[in-house]
């Protein structure tokens, strides 16, 4: 049979990736069937029990662990120095939670594929060590999750408080369902299942980098993989996960303990996750079952409650502050970098500006005088209003050129700040005050000719290093006694 030359373009395209994915994907690929002598990334709570057993929590309420592959993966093929899309990848991993109580858990447990091994900023209970409010939904994270959710929580939408979720960047699941499996042997009838049995379970997820079809797959360990999944979505994770990533676990605990157990793993980029073999993975430790009492009946849902005001209070105060703090910042500024002071800082150096430390103020602005908080030294910082755009790119550049001025009597120009309709320009403080203080203050000594003839020839030598002595002229037009600082000692 003969192929046309339309049909035989596409087939060799098709087989030219397929060699590069295999070549790049060589040996990424890795089985765990226990974890005793497995060479884990683990912090928080986790650890390996004596006896092979993944915890990813031991029991302490309100914490958190993460469990990660040590080596980060490359999911992204790469051809001629271009990023290309997500390659494909499949796990298979079996699990379990086991709670205090038979029908209560904490909280549940997810897979992830992030930058980071340990998530630092993550938070425990409903926020599972993944996220924290304030970036909860921020692309940034580059979080690709497969979440197994004990808790309804109307924060991120959940269904119910059994089911299974897809995230991205976010635990508001972009698709879930609730938790159970197709049963192959009996038509195909759909089973419930109990993420918080005390069971153990297999999880399965594929994903095909060509198509972006993912697919999350789930039973009881006893079952081989049922044909139809519990989740089948399409998603494109190629601006989701990073090159390279870390592949892992995560779970954390609220005012309710629970363990939560990985029993075997198994990941391989392009290819079928190797199968487990459940015959000889470790036993999950017998639990004494305790019925649940009414004071937990009444307490759990009002604590619930507690923790999503908690967690709204402290997403707004989160918003609030960087409304505060926040600064205007354009690409044309990156060479200026080292002359441009964090508002924050200056905030905090001058009290939030408070007047008892305004030196002065004039037709350009205020004046404060101010410690700045990491290497405690004094500035005088200029607040100027600017409402234009309009020339500001040559106005900052003149800023930064005159940095560089160095001369005994002209005051050093350390750098400056924008804020939206702000302009802040930081200076050297002057600890002796202005001129016009020992001029004109009834309460200073009168200066002596002496003195006030020095003072006259270091404002003419700073003067004629501006207008002559430097590389650049320099026109000095608002000459007057509250513009000079002291020179006396």
């Known amino acids: 049979m003969r192929l046309n030359s339309a049909s035989s373009l596409v087939l060799l395209l098709k ?31 986790a650890a390996v029990a004596p006896g092979g057993l993944l915890m990813l929590t031991n029991g302490s309420t309100v914490m958190k662990g993460h469990a990660s592959y040590p080596t980060p993966l490359r999911f992204h093929c790469s051809r001629d120095g271009r990023s290309a ?5 499949s796990t298979a991993f079996v699990f379990a939670i086991v709670g205090q109580y038979a029908d209560v858990s904490s909280q549940g447990m997810a897979f992830f594929i992030s930058p980071s091994k340990n998530l630092p900023t993550a938070l425990p209970g409903h926020f599972l060590g993944l996220v924290n409010a304030g970036d909860n939904g921020n692309a940034s994270n580059h979080l690709f999750i497969v979440e197994l959710d004990t808790v309804l929580n109307g924060e991120f939408q959940d269904i119910d408080d059994n089911h299974v979720g897809v995230d991205i960047n ?18 195909g009838l759909f089973r419930n299942l109990s993420l918080i049995s005390r069971k153990a379970m297999q999880v399965w997820i594929d994903y095909d980098g060509l198509t ?17 999944p519990l989740i089948s979505t399409i998603v494109n994770l190629s601006a989701v996960v990073t090159e390279p990533a870390y592949v892992g676990f995560s779970s954390s605990t609220g005012i309710i303990f629970s363990h939560h157990y990985v029993l075997g793993w198994s990941f391989k980029m392009n290819g079928t996750a190797p199968p487990l073999n459940i015959s000889i993975l ?23 409650l507690v923790l999503v005001l908690a967690s709204a209070a402290m997403a707004i105060a989160v918003a609030k502050q960087r409304a505060k703090f926040a600064e205007l910042r354009e690409d044309w500024e990156v060479p200026f970098g080292p002359h441009r002071f964090s508002y924050k800082d200056l905030f905090y150096a001058t009290e939030g500006f408070k007047e008892s430390r305004l030196l002065g103020m004039g037709g350009f602005g205020k004046v404060y005088m101010g410690m700045l908080p990491k290497s405690k030294m004094m500035v005088a910082v200029k607040r100027i209003s600017h409402e234009s755009r309009q020339g500001m790119k040559e106005f900052v550049a003149e800023v930064v050129s005159l940095g560089r001025l160095r001369h005994r009597n002209v005051v050093q120009l350390l750098g400056y700040c924008r804020r939206k309709g702000e302009l802040l320009l930081v200076y050297d403080y002057m600890p002796m005050g202005s001129l016009d203080k020992y001029l004109y203050d009834q309460d200073k000594p009168t200066l002596e000719w002496v003195q006030r003839f020095q003072i006259i020839k270091g404002i003419a030598s700073g003067l004629l290093y501006l207008h002559e002595d430097w590389e650049k002229v320099v026109i000095h037009r608002d000459i007057k006694a509250t513009t000079y600082c002291s020179m006396l000692r």
């Open 15 to 45: 087989l030219s990736h397929l060699a590069i994915v295999a070549a790049l994907a060589d040996g990424e690929e890795f089985t765990f069937n226990g974890f005793s002598a497995a060479n884990l990334s683990l912090d928080g709570m």
């Open 85 to 89: 899309a997500v390659m494909s990848f």
């Open 170 to 187: 976010s635990l508001t699941s972009i698709e879930a369902a609730t938790a159970g499996y197709y049963d192959d042997e009996d038509m």
């Open 212 to 228: 972006m079809e993912l697919n999350v797959t789930m039973a009881p360990v006893e079952i081989t993989k049922p044909k139809k």
């Open 282 to 304: 470790p036993a999950l430790p017998l639990m004494i079952s305790k019925r649940r009492s009414q004071v937990l009946v009444i307490v759990l849902p009002i604590v619930s």
